[in-house]
């Protein structure tokens, strides 16, 4: 099973920040933290991952604790198309192929 | 930006018929995926392929299916016969290393449909 705690779902007017949380509270050392999304039955995207310091690109940035037991991935200013099933997943790194999706969180941009 | 290509988009067969769903990775990728995901539920790992052969795979993936990449571009998998329950989005997905290295691509699936 995923490695990952996350809210079933969440709203977010339009234009404002969306903050999805995750919970890994089992998190080892060595292990990443990506989000992945999808829209509406496409294929899953990636949207940005990282191990421990805050990361941000052109999509979202990911805050991570100090502890690195939770993270936040950040939408800073949300559009209806950022409506979607957001998935936070831990891998190990230099590991076995599989990664595990879990039921994500369900982000609905209101207009 | 490169992408990972999927066909068919849907693709309709009756039970215990074969079938083959295909896939063009990004070219310079080395890991390839199947993943699948029946109408309402989790997206679930199917197989990994690296070097020609499988990484691994998950319960899910029995003798009746298989991968290939019989001409180094192309990667399939085939269901030899197929059941009701195979009814589902397939997903292909590539990378150049092995997932927790580098972000994975994934295409836009075959919807996959039996009858």
């Known amino acids: 099973d995923a490695k990952t705690t996350q809210p079933t779902s969440m709203d977010c007017a339009e234009g404002r920040a969306a903050n999805l949380p995750c919970n890994h509270s089992?998190?080892?050392?060595?292990?990443?933290v990506y989000w992945y999304r999808q829209i509406h039955s496409q294929g899953p995207q990636y949207i940005i991952h990282?191990?421990?310091n805050n990361e941000t690109n052109e999509m979202a940035s990911l805050i991570i604790t100090e502890d690195r037991k939770s993270s936040t991935l950040i939408l800073p200013h949300a559009t209806l198309r950022d409506t979607a099933v957001y998935y936070c997943?831990?891998?190990?790194?230099?590991?076995?192929?599989?990664?595990?999706f879990g039921k994500g969180t369900r982000l609905h941009i209101l207009p | 930006e490169p992408e990972v290509t999927q066909t068919p988009s849907h693709q309709v067969t009756q039970m215990g018929q074969e079938v083959i769903l295909r896939c063009v990775p990004i070219?310079?990728?080395?890991?390839f995926y199947w993943y699948r995901q029946i109408l309402g539920q989790k997206v679930e790992f199917l197989v990994s392929?690296?070097?020609?052969?499988?990484?691994?795979k998950s319960e899910i993936f029995d003798d009746q299916f298989s991968v290939e990449r019989p001409d180094g571009s192309n990667f399939t998998l085939k269901i030899r016969s197929t059941k009701l329950e195979d009814s589902a989005m397939y997903f292909c997905?590539?990378?150049?290393?092995?997932?927790?290295?580098?972000?994975?691509?994934f295409g836009q699936g075959t919807r996959l449909t039996v009858v």
């Open positions: 392929f690296y070097n020609n052969e499988i990484s691994e």
């Open positions: 997943i831990v891998r190990l790194r230099n590991r076995d192929d599989k990664i595990i």
């Open positions: 089992t998190i080892s050392g060595n292990e990443y």
């Open positions: 070219s310079n990728h080395l890991y």
């Open positions: 990282g191990l421990k």
């Open positions: 997905a590539s990378s150049e290393a092995p997932w927790a290295n580098t972000e994975a691509f």
